[in-house]
Protein backbone atom coordinates (compact mmCIF):
# COMPACT_ATOMS: atom_id res chain seq x y z
CA UNK A 1 0.00 0.00 0.00
CA UNK A 2 3.38 2.85 0.56
CA UNK A 3 5.59 3.37 -1.89
CA UNK A 4 9.15 5.23 -1.06
CA UNK A 5 9.73 8.22 -3.49
CA UNK A 6 12.61 10.62 -3.58
CA UNK A 7 13.60 13.29 -6.02
CA UNK A 8 17.57 13.05 -6.26
CA UNK A 9 17.75 16.03 -8.43
CA UNK A 10 15.59 18.64 -6.59
CA UNK A 11 15.78 17.25 -3.29
CA UNK A 12 17.47 15.12 -0.35
CA UNK A 13 14.62 13.60 1.17
CA UNK A 14 12.43 10.62 0.73
CA UNK A 15 8.61 10.18 1.34
CA UNK A 16 6.43 7.46 2.15
CA UNK A 17 3.17 7.79 -0.04
CA UNK A 18 0.53 5.60 0.71
CA UNK A 19 -2.00 4.65 -1.63
CA UNK A 20 -4.89 4.59 0.79
CA UNK A 21 -6.76 7.79 2.46
CA UNK A 22 -8.36 6.16 4.89
CA UNK A 23 -10.34 2.91 5.88
CA UNK A 24 -14.17 3.63 5.99
CA UNK A 25 -14.66 0.05 7.83
CA UNK A 26 -12.63 1.96 10.68
CA UNK A 27 -14.90 5.01 10.87
CA UNK A 28 -18.07 2.80 10.89
CA UNK A 29 -15.94 -0.21 13.27
CA UNK A 30 -16.19 -2.71 11.27
CA UNK A 31 -13.54 -5.41 11.63
CA UNK A 32 -13.42 -5.80 7.64
CA UNK A 33 -11.58 -3.22 5.79
CA UNK A 34 -12.52 -1.16 3.31
CA UNK A 35 -10.08 0.87 1.60
CA UNK A 36 -10.46 4.22 0.13
CA UNK A 37 -7.82 5.43 -1.87
CA UNK A 38 -6.35 8.38 -2.79
CA UNK A 39 -6.46 7.66 -6.52
CA UNK A 40 -10.47 7.59 -6.45
CA UNK A 41 -10.62 10.48 -4.16
CA UNK A 42 -8.52 12.39 -7.19
CA UNK A 43 -10.60 11.19 -10.05
CA UNK A 44 -13.96 12.38 -8.39
CA UNK A 45 -12.48 15.63 -7.78
CA UNK A 46 -11.41 16.43 -11.40
CA UNK A 47 -14.54 15.14 -12.84
CA UNK A 48 -16.05 17.65 -10.29
CA UNK A 49 -14.21 20.81 -10.93
CA UNK A 50 -14.11 19.99 -15.41
CA UNK A 51 -17.63 19.18 -14.84
CA UNK A 52 -18.42 22.90 -13.06
CA UNK A 53 -15.68 24.44 -15.19
CA UNK A 54 -17.22 23.14 -18.24
CA UNK A 55 -20.76 23.82 -17.51
CA UNK A 56 -19.84 27.60 -17.25
CA UNK A 57 -17.80 28.13 -20.07
CA UNK A 58 -20.26 25.91 -22.66
CA UNK A 59 -22.88 28.79 -21.97
CA UNK A 60 -20.53 31.95 -21.29
CA UNK A 61 -18.32 30.88 -24.50
CA UNK A 62 -20.29 28.61 -26.34
CA UNK A 63 -23.94 29.90 -25.75
CA UNK A 64 -24.65 26.37 -24.71
CA UNK A 65 -27.69 26.15 -22.11
CA UNK A 66 -27.20 23.89 -19.15
CA UNK A 67 -29.63 21.15 -19.66
CA UNK A 68 -27.47 20.05 -22.70
CA UNK A 69 -23.91 20.11 -20.69
CA UNK A 70 -26.30 18.00 -17.62
CA UNK A 71 -27.11 15.58 -20.22
CA UNK A 72 -23.60 15.19 -22.23
CA UNK A 73 -21.76 14.50 -18.23
CA UNK A 74 -24.66 11.94 -17.31
CA UNK A 75 -23.86 10.45 -20.67
CA UNK A 76 -20.14 10.52 -21.21
CA UNK A 77 -18.91 10.17 -17.45
CA UNK A 78 -20.17 7.18 -17.20
CA UNK A 79 -19.83 5.40 -20.53
CA UNK A 80 -15.73 7.44 -20.42
CA UNK A 81 -15.25 5.42 -17.22
CA UNK A 82 -16.18 2.11 -18.87
CA UNK A 83 -14.28 3.05 -22.36
CA UNK A 84 -11.31 3.49 -19.64
CA UNK A 85 -11.69 0.25 -18.12
CA UNK A 86 -12.03 -1.86 -21.40
CA UNK A 87 -8.92 -0.15 -22.91
CA UNK A 88 -7.23 -0.66 -19.93
CA UNK A 89 -7.82 -4.27 -19.80
CA UNK A 90 -7.56 -4.68 -23.81
CA UNK A 91 -3.83 -3.56 -23.52
CA UNK A 92 -3.19 -5.92 -20.49
CA UNK A 93 -4.84 -9.27 -21.07
CA UNK A 94 -2.04 -11.01 -20.30
CA UNK A 95 -2.78 -9.81 -16.36
CA UNK A 96 -6.62 -11.18 -16.66
CA UNK A 97 -8.32 -14.39 -16.70
CA UNK A 98 -11.59 -13.33 -17.74
CA UNK A 99 -11.92 -10.43 -19.63
CA UNK A 100 -16.03 -10.07 -18.91
CA UNK A 101 -14.65 -9.92 -15.16
CA UNK A 102 -11.79 -7.91 -15.81
CA UNK A 103 -14.31 -5.23 -16.87
CA UNK A 104 -16.23 -5.07 -14.22
CA UNK A 105 -13.66 -5.15 -11.90
CA UNK A 106 -13.33 -1.18 -12.05
CA UNK A 107 -12.36 -1.42 -8.08
CA UNK A 108 -9.47 -4.21 -8.71
CA UNK A 109 -7.34 -0.85 -10.10
CA UNK A 110 -6.28 -0.04 -13.90
CA UNK A 111 -7.95 2.77 -16.23
CA UNK A 112 -6.83 4.20 -19.30
CA UNK A 113 -7.46 7.78 -20.07
CA UNK A 114 -7.47 7.09 -24.00
CA UNK A 115 -10.43 4.52 -23.71
CA UNK A 116 -12.25 7.33 -21.80
CA UNK A 117 -11.62 9.73 -24.19
CA UNK A 118 -12.46 7.87 -26.92
CA UNK A 119 -15.80 6.96 -25.43
CA UNK A 120 -16.50 9.94 -24.21
CA UNK A 121 -15.79 11.64 -27.90
CA UNK A 122 -18.40 9.17 -29.49
CA UNK A 123 -20.61 9.99 -27.07
CA UNK A 124 -20.44 13.85 -27.38
CA UNK A 125 -20.85 13.26 -31.07
CA UNK A 126 -23.99 11.38 -30.84
CA UNK A 127 -25.22 13.50 -28.30
CA UNK A 128 -25.06 16.59 -30.28
CA UNK A 129 -25.91 14.98 -33.99
CA UNK A 130 -30.04 13.93 -32.19
CA UNK A 131 -30.14 17.15 -30.43
CA UNK A 132 -28.61 19.04 -33.89
CA UNK A 133 -26.45 21.33 -31.35
CA UNK A 134 -22.82 22.55 -33.26
CA UNK A 135 -20.51 19.55 -31.83
CA UNK A 136 -17.11 21.96 -32.62
CA UNK A 137 -18.56 24.26 -30.16
CA UNK A 138 -19.48 21.74 -27.70
CA UNK A 139 -16.11 20.50 -27.84
CA UNK A 140 -14.49 23.58 -27.83
CA UNK A 141 -16.46 23.77 -24.74
CA UNK A 142 -15.50 20.13 -23.23
CA UNK A 143 -11.80 19.46 -24.54
CA UNK A 144 -10.25 22.49 -21.65
CA UNK A 145 -12.44 20.82 -19.17
CA UNK A 146 -10.92 17.86 -20.33
CA UNK A 147 -7.42 19.06 -19.75
CA UNK A 148 -7.97 20.40 -16.17
CA UNK A 149 -9.53 16.33 -15.35
CA UNK A 150 -5.95 15.33 -16.62
CA UNK A 151 -4.05 17.84 -14.45
CA UNK A 152 -5.37 16.86 -11.42
CA UNK A 153 -6.34 13.27 -12.25
CA UNK A 154 -2.51 12.31 -12.91
CA UNK A 155 -2.10 13.39 -8.92
CA UNK A 156 -3.92 10.01 -8.38
CA UNK A 157 -1.18 8.10 -10.67
CA UNK A 158 1.65 9.84 -8.31
CA UNK A 159 -0.35 8.43 -5.49
CA UNK A 160 -0.51 4.49 -7.43
CA UNK A 161 2.80 4.68 -8.00
CA UNK A 162 2.60 4.26 -11.66
CA UNK A 163 2.74 6.02 -14.79
CA UNK A 164 6.39 7.14 -14.52
CA UNK A 165 7.59 5.59 -17.93
CA UNK A 166 11.00 3.34 -18.68
CA UNK A 167 14.07 3.96 -16.23
CA UNK A 168 16.53 3.75 -19.41
CA UNK A 169 18.82 6.84 -19.99
CA UNK A 170 17.18 9.19 -17.02
CA UNK A 171 20.00 8.60 -14.46
CA UNK A 172 21.11 12.42 -14.74
CA UNK A 173 17.89 13.74 -15.82
CA UNK A 174 17.48 16.44 -13.01
CA UNK A 175 13.51 15.83 -12.62
CA UNK A 176 14.43 12.01 -12.63
CA UNK A 177 12.85 10.29 -9.35
CA UNK A 178 13.03 6.98 -7.34
CA UNK A 179 10.61 4.76 -6.17
CA UNK A 180 10.29 1.52 -3.83
CA UNK A 181 8.04 -0.54 -2.13
CA UNK A 182 8.00 0.24 1.40
CA UNK A 183 8.53 -3.25 2.51
CA UNK A 184 11.54 -3.26 0.23
CA UNK A 185 12.97 -0.03 -0.07
CA UNK A 186 16.44 -1.71 -1.04
CA UNK A 187 15.16 -0.99 -4.71
CA UNK A 188 15.11 2.99 -4.08
CA UNK A 189 18.07 3.39 -6.31
CA UNK A 190 15.91 2.74 -9.53
CA UNK A 191 15.39 6.12 -11.59
CA UNK A 192 12.55 7.10 -13.78
CA UNK A 193 11.05 10.02 -15.20
CA UNK A 194 8.05 11.18 -13.76
CA UNK A 195 5.93 11.55 -16.90
CA UNK A 196 2.21 11.74 -14.98
CA UNK A 197 3.60 14.63 -12.93
CA UNK A 198 5.00 16.55 -15.98
CA UNK A 199 1.83 15.74 -17.87
CA UNK A 200 -0.22 17.32 -14.95
CA UNK A 201 1.90 20.38 -15.29
CA UNK A 202 1.66 20.52 -19.06
CA UNK A 203 -2.20 20.01 -18.88
CA UNK A 204 -2.13 23.11 -16.10
CA UNK A 205 -0.35 25.29 -18.73
CA UNK A 206 -2.62 24.44 -21.89
CA UNK A 207 -5.55 24.95 -19.61
CA UNK A 208 -4.35 28.51 -18.10
CA UNK A 209 -3.11 29.36 -22.09
CA UNK A 210 -6.83 28.14 -23.05
CA UNK A 211 -8.39 30.42 -20.53
CA UNK A 212 -6.85 33.75 -21.57
CA UNK A 213 -6.73 33.20 -25.28
CA UNK A 214 -10.39 32.11 -25.08
CA UNK A 215 -11.33 35.78 -23.33
CA UNK A 216 -10.65 37.07 -26.67
CA UNK A 217 -12.44 34.72 -28.86
CA UNK A 218 -15.75 35.98 -30.68
CA UNK A 219 -18.36 33.33 -29.89
CA UNK A 220 -19.67 33.08 -33.60
CA UNK A 221 -16.21 32.22 -34.91
CA UNK A 222 -13.61 29.92 -35.54
CA UNK A 223 -15.41 27.08 -34.30
CA UNK A 224 -13.25 24.09 -32.86
CA UNK A 225 -10.22 26.07 -32.85
CA UNK A 226 -9.57 25.28 -28.86
CA UNK A 227 -10.18 22.10 -29.84
CA UNK A 228 -7.73 21.21 -32.25
CA UNK A 229 -5.38 23.66 -30.55
CA UNK A 230 -5.57 21.72 -27.54
CA UNK A 231 -5.60 18.48 -29.51
CA UNK A 232 -2.26 19.19 -31.67
CA UNK A 233 -0.71 20.67 -28.02
CA UNK A 234 -1.40 17.73 -25.77
CA UNK A 235 -0.04 15.37 -28.73
CA UNK A 236 3.16 17.65 -28.88
CA UNK A 237 3.63 17.51 -25.70
CA UNK A 238 2.79 14.19 -24.71
CA UNK A 239 5.28 13.15 -27.53
CA UNK A 240 8.26 15.27 -26.31
CA UNK A 241 8.11 14.40 -22.72
CA UNK A 242 8.67 10.40 -23.96
CA UNK A 243 11.32 11.45 -26.31
CA UNK A 244 13.33 14.29 -23.59
CA UNK A 245 15.01 11.29 -21.68
Known sequence: MKHI????????SRYVVDRVAFDLGKLFGS???MYIYWYGLII???MIVAYIYFMIRAKKSEGIVEDDTMNIALFALPLGIVGART?????NLSRFD???EAVLGVRDGGLAIYGGITFGLITVLV???????????MLD????AVMIAQAIGRWGNFFNAEAYGSSEGVKTFFLRMTIADYETPMGINTYIPPFCMNQSGTSWALSSQIFFIE????????SASTFSGTVSAEASSSFSERIAV
Not at 141 to 144: E, G, Y
Request: glycine share 4%.
Open 5 to 12: IGFPGLFE
Open 31 to 33: DEP
Open 44 to 46: VLA
Open 87 to 91: FYVLT
Open 98 to 100: SFK
Open 127 to 137: YCYVKKINCFK
Open 141 to 144: ALVP
Open 215 to 222: KRKSTDKF
